[in-house]
């Protein structure tokens, strides 16, 4: 469905009843890479998600646009549909950079906080530049994977959103809101989270490493971290019985 919030026009799905979950995607993915934990989660809650503009079916927005904007946008949507009382933000790395900007702000209320493999600790300049290296490379490695041409094409599909492809990076056309966004550390803005929050990382996630983890756990007031051993920064796709028993426990 689409719908138009302060000019800006999002993609979005509004799926269940009950209490109401909002959950974020990660930089370069959409809202179907939630797909399988929000099917899992409609039967007991309302799901709601969206494309953040410049993603999925959601048109970029200006190359101004950081951090704060993007914690707007969902702030307005939210009000846009009537929601005052939102019970959990599930949120995955550059998405969970937008909730701990979000709640710092004051814009965003939830009652529980999940950040999976966030995004928000300022990396290195080497790092910086390994991420840029990443973008311009990650949708070439996706074309070059053998046998990738012969897989089921629904199958190829979410092999696409789980990597990251360059048809949802857009590297070339969201690389200045991309500086804008790393060059931001909301470290010291986690302290202002004081709503129950669960870390769900992946052991080998190099993308937002464990350390990431340890010194937001550290900074949150009412925190606990799940680390899942074997996976990378895709854990909710990679361990999915697992994060979703972790998700479930803690919404209960």
């Known amino acids: 469905m689409n719908i138009i919030v302060n000019d800006q026009l999002l993609e979005y799905t509004d799926q269940g009843s009950g209490k109401v979950i ?9 809202l179907n890479t939630f797909d399988q934990l929000a099917n899992c989660l409609l039967s007991n809650f309302r799901v709601i998600r969206f494309d953040f503009p410049g993603f999925g079916k959601s ?11 993007y914690a707007q946008i969902t702030s307005q949507l939210l009000q846009k549909l009537k929601i005052s009382d939102l019970y959990a933000v599930i949120a995955h790395s550059f998405g969970g950079r937008i ?4 709640i710092s702000m004051g ?22 530049k390994s991420l840029f290296r990443l973008i ?8 070059s994977l053998p046998g990738l041409k012969n897989i089921q094409p629904k199958l190829r599909k979410n092999l696409y959103v789980m990597v990251g ?11 200045k809101i991309f ?10 803005e986690i302290k202002n ?3 129950p929050t669960l870390l769900i990382w992946g052991e080998n996630d190099k993308e937002t490493p464990i350390k990431d983890a340890n010194l937001m756990l550290s900074n949150l007031k009412n925190g606990r971290l799940i680390k899942v051993e074997g996976a990378g920064h895709f854990v909710y796709i990679e361990a999915f019985d697992r994060v979703r028993k972790e998700i479930e426990g803690f919404l209960a």
């Open 22 to 30: 909002l959950m974020l995607h990660g930089w370069g993915s959409n």
């Open 59 to 69: 048109p970029k927005p200006d190359d101004k646009w950081a951090v704060a904007n």
């Open 99 to 102: 909730t701990i900007k979000g």
């Open 107 to 128: 814009i965003l209320q939830p009652q529980k906080v999940i950040l999976i493999g966030a995004a928000g600790i300022k990396p290195s300049k080497s790092v910086k």
């Open 136 to 143: 311009a490379k990650v949708g070439r490695f996706v074309t």
């Open 165 to 175: 492809s360059s048809d949802y990076i857009q590297a070339d056309k969201m690389k």
């Open 179 to 188: 500086v804008n966004i790393i060059s931001e550390d909301l470290l010291s």
């Open 193 to 195: 989270i004081s709503q």
